[in-house]
């Protein structure tokens, strides 16, 4: 499946190499309100996190080495992604802020509508390309800019979530405590209705469910878009870069006055849970189901950590980050002395 998604962006038609040496992307969409523009950031974002993929599966599997050079030649030339400071992005001719992250480039084949990446589907957040591990100073910068656009009145407890809204998810993979405070609970209680029809005025029913988007429109999304942004505040473990190594990051997003213990799976196949009381981490434990290298940002900042393998102390780490080998079925504690 990963190898069909990289070679039908590579087969694209409308997918090619222009004068500038950058493969540009024309005639495509931005979710539901942008169509026939070019540059647009559901693709590029695809496209970034397809071929890398596509590139660590084949060298895990030694497998299409052919097709992994031009997977990578791909990805190296590809487009930078839009933002607001080009020419052509789409977006309000007066805006003079920061530079923010944009769904395309003009012109399109509707009315160039369309400003910062649609709530709904945020791509560059879902493809590993923006989180607080990114190595890409000015896109982080850009998506930090884009959450403030969007929440330039600021987020309080009346802020209105949507249904399908990432944006909680969006702010808690930048580590903003506030969407952590705030948006989760404001996106489970359903605040505001989405269409005038909708039953009870969209509050919640008593099973949890809402029929915010009308008659029949029973959802429970919003609640499972909470839930993901609930598990990113407590544990994040993406990559800087698509198909890069993932690095483990506790409470990143969580409000120093909430106290918290959770058991949550992680990538590299990892269970990982933790204690924090009073804005501090008292311990994490992980859980090695796969024997992966864990890569854990230190909790504690770049002091000493005390690592117990199964029960016994075996050794001592220090530094902003934390590197050690694990074995299939270990549980490794990590505590401050």
Same mark, same amino acid.
């Given at each position: 499946?990963?190898?069909?998604?990289?070679?039908?962006?590579?087969?694209?038609?409308?997918?090619?190499?222009?004068?500038?040496?950058?493969?540009?992307?024309?005639?495509?969409?931005?979710?539901?309100?942008?169509?026939?523009?070019?540059?647009?950031?559901?693709?590029?974002?695809?496209?970034?996190?397809?071929?890398?993929?596509?590139?660590?599966?084949?060298?895990?599997?030694?497998?299409?080495?052919?097709?992994?050079?031009?997977?990578?030649?791909?990805?190296?030339?590809?487009?930078?992604?839009?933002?607001?400071?080009?020419?052509?992005?789409?977006?309000?001719?007066?805006?003079?802020?920061?530079?923010?992250?944009?769904?395309?480039?003009?012109?399109?084949?509707?009315?160039?509508?369309?400003?910062?990446?649609?709530?709904?589907?945020?791509?560059?957040?879902?493809?590993?390309?923006?989180?607080?591990?990114?190595?890409?100073?000015?896109?982080?910068?850009?998506?930090?800019?884009?959450?403030?656009?969007?929440?330039?009145?600021?987020?309080?407890?009346?802020?209105?979530?949507?249904?399908?809204?990432?944006? $909680?998810?969006?702010?808690?993979? &930048? *580590? !903003? /405590?506030?969407?952590?405070?705030? %948006?989760?609970?404001? +996106?489970?209680?359903?605040?505001?209705?989405?269409?005038?029809?909708?039953?009870?005025?969209?509050?919640?029913?008593?099973?949890?469910?809402?029929?915010?988007?009308?008659?029949? $429109?029973?959802?429970?999304?919003? &609640? *499972? !878009? /909470?839930?993901?942004?609930?598990? %990113?505040?407590?544990? +994040?473990?993406?990559?800087?870069?698509?198909?890069?190594?993932?690095?483990?990051?506790?409470?990143?997003?969580?409000?120093?006055?909430?106290?918290?213990?959770?058991?949550?799976? $992680?990538?590299?196949?990892?269970?990982?849970?933790?204690?924090?009381?009073?804005?501090?981490?008292?311990?994490?434990?992980?859980?090695?189901?796969?024997?992966?290298?864990?890569?854990?940002?230190?909790?504690?900042?770049?002091?000493?950590?005390?690592?117990?393998?199964?029960?016994?102390?075996?050794?001592?780490?220090?530094?902003?980050?934390?590197?050690?080998?694990?074995?299939?079925?270990?549980?490794?504690?990590?505590?401050?002395?």
């Amino acid at each position: 499946m990963i190898k069909g998604a990289a070679e039908f962006y590579r087969h694209f038609p409308n997918l090619r190499k222009e004068g500038d040496g950058k493969y540009h992307i024309h005639h495509v969409n931005s979710n539901e309100s942008v169509m026939g523009a070019h540059d647009t950031d559901e693709d590029l974002s695809a496209m970034r996190g397809i071929f890398a993929a596509a590139i660590r599966a084949s060298e895990l599997l030694d497998r299409d080495a052919t097709l992994r050079a031009e997977w990578q030649e791909r990805l190296s030339n590809l487009a930078p992604l839009p933002t607001s400071d080009h020419p052509d992005a789409l977006g309000p001719a007066d805006y003079t802020g920061p530079p923010v992250l944009v769904r395309g480039l003009k012109p399109t084949a509707n009315d160039n509508s369309g400003f910062t990446p649609d709530g709904n589907s945020l791509p560059m957040w879902f493809f590993d390309l923006v989180n607080l591990e990114s190595p890409d100073s000015r896109m982080l910068a850009a998506a930090n800019a884009t959450f403030d656009r969007v929440y330039r009145a600021g987020i309080n407890e009346k802020t209105a979530v949507g249904v399908l809204s990432k944006w $909680a998810i969006a702010g808690a993979t &930048l *580590g !903003r /405590a506030d969407a952590t405070r705030f %948006l989760v609970p404001n +996106q489970m209680r359903a605040l505001t209705a989405e269409r005038d029809t909708a039953y009870l005025g969209g509050r919640p029913l008593a099973n949890r469910l809402t029929l915010r988007e009308g008659p029949q $429109a029973l959802d429970a999304e919003r &609640l *499972g !878009r /909470a839930a993901e942004a609930l598990q %990113l505040a407590l544990v +994040q473990s993406a990559p800087g870069v698509p198909g890069g190594d993932p690095v483990l990051r506790l409470f990143a997003a969580w409000p120093d006055e909430w106290d918290a213990r959770f058991a949550l799976r $992680a990538r590299g196949g990892f269970v990982v849970s933790a204690s924090r009381k009073a804005g501090l981490t008292e311990w994490v434990e992980i859980h090695s189901e796969s024997g992966s290298v864990a890569r854990v940002r230190n909790p504690w900042g770049s002091g000493a950590v005390v690592l117990t393998r199964n029960g016994k102390a075996t050794e001592q780490l220090k530094g902003p980050l934390l590197v050690f080998d694990t074995e299939i079925g270990e549980v490794v504690t990590l505590r401050i002395e």
